[in-house]
């Protein structure tokens, strides 16, 4: 699935265990920001044993991005499934954000 003209594709990919990855590529900005965080949040929905959200491949992320992954794991930290972001796999850019918003434990659930 693609968002905001290709601007960013979300993959998921499910696990034997139950659990699902969501695979991210491209850019994470006020374009696709509402749309991500909802289609997080219905993905966790459908994966009770939780869902892994992979940063590896997104180039670019700003603020609105940042508070759209934030918002998906609040919305989903109460429910069976929970959403968590592998912050370790984000590229340099985005690994900066994440550092210097100190929001990476918050991301990967370890609040």
Partial sequence: MSLAAGQLTVRCEPRPDGHATVRLAGEIDMSVAAEL???LVRTAR???AGVEVDLSEVAFC???GLAALIHACQRTRHSASGLVVRTDTAVPRVARL???TRTCRLLSGDT
């Fill in 37 to 39: 965080t909802n289609t």
């Fill in 46 to 48: 459908g994966f009770p």
């Fill in 62 to 64: 700003d603020c609105t």
């Fill in 98 to 100: 994440l550092a210097l």
